[in-house]
C-alpha cells in the first residue's frame, strides 16, 4: 500500500489495509471496487462541503460525483442537481430544517427526486442518509437524512435514542412544511400522495419512523393539502383538509354537485370533491387511506338523493334537473327494483328505489313532485304532455327537450295524456271546488267546451267513464228559465237545449235551466251527453207484459199495470200548470194537453197490483195518481172553446178549443165527460178498429165476403199459433203434419173404390178370442209410414200430432196401426183403414172411439161429409184425427163407397 499524505486542509485520506483473515485482498479490492463504482448519486447529496468525488483506481477514473445547486428557493431550500460523470444526472428537491438542539448547527434533510419533467416522482433508494446512506430502510418515497447517532460500525440507528428521536420528530415536521410548499409551488399533484407514510402496515405503532405516519394524518386532517376536483379562479388546483371533502362514486356525482351546492346540502360540513384523478381504480393504497384512516365520506348516488329536498331541487336549473335525471339513469338496478314494484309491490321501497319519495320531477308551473302517486308505482304523478297549460301535471317541457330526459320519465312509465285522461286528471278537478263557479265566465265556457269536445272524440268506454265522472258536476255554463242574461253552472241532466216549446212550457222557472247560446254549435254532442231536447218524462220501463214492475221482494210483489208507473213525473209540470192557471197561456194548455198528456196518459194514474207471489195469484188492486196526476188537478188551465179556464173535471172533452186533440182514452182516464157519438165511433172503439173502415165497409157491401174470410184467416191463423208460454216450456215448436198433395184426385178415387171391393175379406179363424189373419198379407205399416213421416224424417202421431215416443231397436219409430173401424162395420181389408198413432193415443181411441158405436158412427158421418182432413173425435178430451190428404182421400173413397151415409 503506498503511502499517501492528504493534501492540505481540504482532503479526507481513508486507508484501506485489506488485511482481513476472512477475505483475501485481491477480492475484497474487487468488491470495494465495485461498491465505488455503484455509488448512488445521492452519497453526495447531503454532504455540506463536498462538492466532488473522485474515485480512481490503477489510474483510471471509475466514478466522478458532482454536485450543484440549481436553485436555491430560500435558506432552506433548494434544487440540486447530481452528475455521475456526466452520464447520469440526479435532480433533487432539498428541504432542510433546523434541529432544536443544544449543538448548533445541526439539521435534518429531506429531498425528493424530480423527473426529467420536474414532477416529483418516488425514489428507489429510500434509506435512512446519516451524511451517506445506511441501509436502514424508512418505507419512505423520499430520503430523510439526519446526523444521527449510530452504531460505532454504522450498521445499525438505535432509535430509542432521545436524540435521534428528535431528530424523527423534526424531521416528520419537515414532511410537513415541505408539502405546504410542494403544494404553494405547483408540485402536489396526485402522484406525490404515492411517497407517503400511508400503509400502517409499514409504520406500526412503535417503530422507528411511526411519527411519519402519524403527522402525514395531522397533516391532512388539518391542513388543505388534498387534490380535490375544484379548480380556483386562476384554473390552479384547490386543495383541501380531509374534514372539508367527500368522496364522489362517480363523475356525475362530481359534476352536479360544485362546492356551493355540496355546501348546501351538507349544513355547510362539506365543500370539496376529491380529485377525479384519485379513485379506487388509478390510486387504490392512497383511495383506502382516505376512506379507511381520514374517515372521508363516499358518496353513491342514492346518499345524494337521500339529501335531496324540495326547497334544494326548487332552486335548480333546469339544466341542473336533466343531469340529475342522468344520474339516475346510471342506476340500472334501480329501475329494475321498479319494475319489480310495479310487478308486485312490496311496501320496503326507499333503499330500492331512493328517488321514490323524492319530489325529483318538475312540472311545467316549476313545482317539484314525487314520481309517483302511490307506492305501487302504477300511476305517475304527472303527464308527458306538450300542453301548455300551467296547472296540469305535466313534466316541464323544456326538460322533456332533452331526449335522456325523456326516456328517463319514459322508463318511470311516464305517459303522454289521452283527451279522456286530461279531461279527467286536469278539468273536472277544477269543479271540486268553488273556484270553478267563480271563475270568469268565458273561462267556464272553454272549459265546458275543452269537455264536450272531449266527449267527442272518446270511444263509448271512454264516454261512460266521462259520463260517471260529470254525474253530479255542476260544469255546464246555462240560464235559467227565471232570468235569461244570468249565467250559472248547471249540470248536463238537468239542462235542456232550448226550442219554441220547451221555452214555452218553462218559461219563468228558476229550476230549470238551457245551455248558453255560446255552447249551441255543440247542441249534438251535449244531447248525447244527456242534455235534454224535449221534456223529460221520468218513469220506468215496462215488462214484455206491458207492466211496470214496482217492487220485486219475496213474499212482495208489485207493479202497475199496463204500462202504469206511479212516480211517473213530467219534469216542469206542476211548475207550467202553475203559470197557466195564472197567465191563462193557451198554447201552453194546448202544449200540455196535445204533447204532454196524451202521450203520456197511461202514466197519469192507474192500478197497482201487489201479490205475494211472484206470478202475482191473487192479487191485492189499488187505484192511485201519479205526480202527472196530481199536478194537473192543480186548478183552473184548461180553457174551454171561449177562452175561459176551468178545472178538467168541470169541462167535457166536446169543450176544448180547436186545436186540442180529442183524444177519448185521455178524457177517460181523466174523468172527463166524453160526449156521444154514432154507433159507428162506439163500435169502432168496442173493437178497436178505426171508424173509418167500418164507414167504408158500409159504403161497399160487396167487399164484405172477402173482407170477413180474409179476417177468418187470420184470426184461424192467430189462434194457431203457439202462445209464448207454451214455447217456452217446450223446447221445439210442434213437429211439421205431413201434408202431401194430390195430383190427381179423381183417378186416386177412381182406384180406390175398384180396389176396395175386390179386396179380400176378412177372415177370422175360429179360436177363443177372433185373430184376424188376412190383415198380415195388406203392408198397412209402410203404407202409414210413408203417409206420416215428414220431410224431418219425423214419424207423426194422427191424432196428438207429435212425434212418436221412442224408436225401435232398428231405429225405425215405434207405432201403432189401429184400424179405424170395428170387424162389425167394415167387412173389407185395406191399409187406408188404418190409421198411425203412438201407444198413447191408440190405448186412448181403442177405449174411447172404438169401444163407443155412437162415436164410431159420428166420426164415419164425418168423414163423409167433410173435406176437410181433420176430424174432430172426443176421447178424454176435444180432440182431432188428422189424416194426410191422399190417405184421408182414400178413406173417405172407402167409407163412402161401402158404408150408406144414411146408416
Ligand atoms: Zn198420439
Not at 255546464?476 to 249540470?491: F, W
Not at 221555452?503 to 222557472?509: C, E, H, I, V, Y
Not at 209402410?782 to 224408436?807: A, G, H, S, V, W
Not at 163407443?852 to 176421447?875: A, G, L, P
Request: include cysteine; charge should be negative; hydrophobic fraction near 35%.
Amino acid at each position: 500500500c503506498e503511502d499517501k499524505t492528504p493534501a492540505k486542509g481540504h482532503e479526507t485520506l481513508f486507508i484501506f489495509p485489506f488485511d482481513r483473515k476472512d477475505v483475501e485482498a485481491p477480492v475484497a479490492f474487487d468488491e470495494l471496487h465495485e461498491s465505488l463504482e455503484n455509488m448512488p448519486t445521492h452519497t453526495i447529496l447531503f454532504l455540506k462541503h463536498v462538492k466532488k468525488i473522485y474515485v480512481t483506481a490503477d489510474d483510471n477514473e471509475i466514478m466522478i460525483l458532482s454536485k450543484r445547486t440549481a436553485a436555491s428557493h430560500s435558506n432552506s431550500i433548494s434544487e440540486i442537481v447530481l452528475n455521475n460523470m456526466n452520464t447520469h444526472r440526479d435532480r433533487y428537491l432539498l428541504f432542510s430544517k433546523p434541529v432544536d438542539h443544544p449543538v448548533k448547527g445541526l439539521s435534518v434533510e429531506i429531498a425528493y427526486e424530480l423527473t426529467k419533467k420536474g414532477n416529483v416522482a418516488k425514489s428507489w433508494d429510500t434509506d435512512l442518509v446519516v451524511f451517506f446512506p445506511t441501509e436502514k430502510k424508512t418505507n419512505l418515497g423520499f430520503i430523510i437524512q439526519g446526523p444521527y447517532r449510530t452504531t460505532p460500525a454504522r450498521d445499525n440507528i438505535p432509535f430509542k435514542d432521545d436524540f435521534n428521536r428528535l431528530l424523527i420528530e423534526t424531521t416528520a415536521h419537515l414532511m410537513g412544511d415541505s408539502l405546504l410548499w410542494l403544494r404553494d409551488n405547483m408540485y402536489l399533484d396526485e402522484n406525490i400522495y404515492d411517497l407517503l407514510p400511508i400503509e400502517e402496515f409499514d409504520f406500526p405503532r412503535g417503530s422507528m419512523f411511526r411519527p411519519f405516519y402519524e403527522k402525514l394524518i395531522t397533516a391532512l386532517s388539518d391542513d388543505d393539502l388534498i387534490l380535490t376536483s375544484a379548480l380556483d379562479t386562476k384554473g390552479s388546483p384547490v386543495y383541501c383538509c380531509s374534514k372539508k371533502l367527500a368522496i364522489a362514486r362517480s363523475a356525475e356525482l362530481r359534476q352536479l354537485l360544485d362546492s356551493n351546492l355540496l355546501l348546501e346540502l351538507t349544513d355547510n360540513q362539506t365543500r370539496y370533491w376529491l380529485s377525479g384523478a384519485i379513485t379506487e381504480q388509478t390510486k387504490p393504497r392512497f383511495y383506502k387511506y382516505l376512506k379507511d384512516n381520514l374517515d372521508i365520506e363516499e358518496w353513491r348516488p342514492e346518499d345524494l338523493i337521500s339529501k335531496l329536498n324540495k326547497p334544494f331541487l326548487t332552486n335548480r336549473e333546469d339544466d341542473w334537473i336533466v343531469k340529475l335525471y342522468k344520474l339516475i339513469l346510471t342506476q340500472r338496478q334501480w329501475f329494475t327494483n321498479l319494475n319489480s314494484q310495479k310487478a308486485k309491490p312490496k311496501w320496503d321501497i326507499e333503499s330500492k328505489i331512493p328517488f321514490f319519495n323524492k319530489p325529483i320531477v318538475r312540472l311545467q308551473n316549476g313545482s317539484q313532485v314525487k314520481p309517483f302517486k302511490s307506492y305501487t308505482c302504477q300511476e305517475p304523478t304527472a303527464y308527458l304532455s306538450k300542453s301548455n297549460q300551467a296547472d296540469f301535471p305535466s313534466v316541464k317541457s323544456s326538460i322533456l327537450d332533452d331526449p335522456e330526459a325523456k326516456s328517463f320519465f319514459e322508463l318511470l312509465g311516464f305517459t303522454e295524456p289521452s283527451d279522456t285522461e286530461f279531461l279527467i286528471e286536469y278539468i273536472l278537478p277544477k269543479y271540486e271546488n268553488e273556484l270553478m263557479a267563480q271563475a270568469d265566465l268565458s273561462y267556464q265556457i272553454d272549459t265546458a267546451r275543452q269537455i264536450i269536445h272531449a266527449w267527442e272524440i272518446s270511444n263509448n268506454e271512454k264516454k261512460l267513464l266521462i259520463k260517471k265522472k260529470l254525474e253530479n258536476l255542476l260544469w255546464l255554463p246555462a240560464h235559467s228559465y227565471s232570468d235569461e242574461n244570468k249565467y250559472i253552472l248547471s249540470g248536463h241532466n238537468v239542462c235542456y237545449v232550448p226550442n219554441d216549446k220547451i221555452s214555452l212550457f218553462l218559461a219563468g222557472s228558476g229550476d230549470h235551466y238551457y245551455i248558453c247560446s255560446e255552447l249551441q254549435d255543440m247542441k249534438a254532442a251535449l244531447i248525447e251527453m244527456g242534455v235534454k231536447d224535449c221534456i223529460h218524462v221520468a218513469c220506468r220501463e215496462e215488462d214484455d207484459d206491458g207492466n211496470v214492475i214496482i217492487l220485486d221482494e219475496r213474499g212482495s210483489h208489485l207493479r202497475g199495470l199496463d204500462g202504469f208507473d206511479p212516480i211517473a213525473r213530467v219534469d216542469g209540470l206542476d211548475y207550467a200548470i202553475q203559470a197557466t192557471i195564472s197567465d191563462h197561456n193557451i198554447d201552453r194548455a194546448k202544449f200540455i194537453w196535445n204533447e204532454i198528456l196524451i202521450p203520456n196518459r197511461h202514466l197519469i194514474s192507474g192500478k197497482i197490483e201487489h201479490s205475494t207471489k211472484q206470478s202475482f195469484k191473487n192479487p191485492l188492486n189499488i187505484e192511485v195518481k201519479s205526480k202527472i196526476g196530481e199536478a194537473i188537478e192543480l186548478g183552473p188551465w184548461l180553457p174551454n172553446n171561449q177562452g175561459h179556464f176551468y178545472n178538467i173535471s168541470e169541462l167535457s172533452l166536446a169543450e176544448l178549443p180547436e186545436g186540442f186533440s180529442r183524444d177519448r182514452r185521455l178524457a177517460e182516464v181523466l174523468g172527463m165527460e166524453i160526449p156521444e157519438d154514432d154507433p159507428f165511433d162506439i163500435f169502432a172503439r168496442e173493437i178497436g178498429l178505426p171508424a173509418e173502415i167500418l164507414r167504408e165497409l158500409k159504403n161497399n157491401p160487396d167487399l164484405v165476403p172477402d173482407i170477413l174470410s180474409g179476417i177468418k184467416k187470420i184470426i184461424d191463423k192467430a189462434n194457431k199459433k203457439p202462445s209464448k208460454n207454451q214455447l217456452d216450456m217446450n223446447e221445439h215448436t210442434d213437429p211439421e203434419f205431413p201434408m202431401f198433395s194430390i195430383p190427381d184426385p179423381e183417378r186416386r178415387e177412381r182406384v180406390v173404390s175398384n180396389n176396395i171391393h175386390e179386396a179380400p175379406d176378412k177372415i177370422f179363424e175360429k179360436k177363443e178370442r177372433s185373430v184376424r189373419t188376412s190383415g198380415r198379407s195388406i203392408d198397412k205399416e209402410t203404407y202409414l209410414k210413408n203417409f206420416y213421416t215428414n220431410k224431418n224424417d219425423e214419424m207423426i202421431c194422427q191424432l196428438c200430432k207429435k212425434i212418436m215416443p221412442f224408436r225401435k231397436r232398428n231405429g225405425e219409430y215405434y207405432f201403432e196401426a189401429v184400424e179405424m173401424l170395428t170387424k162389425e162395420m167394415i167387412s173389407k181389408e185395406s191399409e187406408s183403414l188404418y190409421v198411425a198413432l203412438c201407444p198413447t193415443c191408440s190405448a186412448k181411441y181403442n177405449e174411447y172411439i172404438k169401444q163407443d158405436r155412437n162415436k164410431i158412427h159420428t166420426m164415419v158421418k164425418h168423414i163423409q161429409c167433410s173435406e176437410i182432413e181433420e176430424i174432430e173425435i172426443e176421447t178424454d178430451c176435444p180432440e182431432t184425427l188428422k189424416f194426410n190428404p191422399p190417405h184421408y182421400l182414400d178413406v173417405r173413397t172407402i167409407l163412402t163407397e161401402l158404408i150408406d151415409q144414411e146408416d
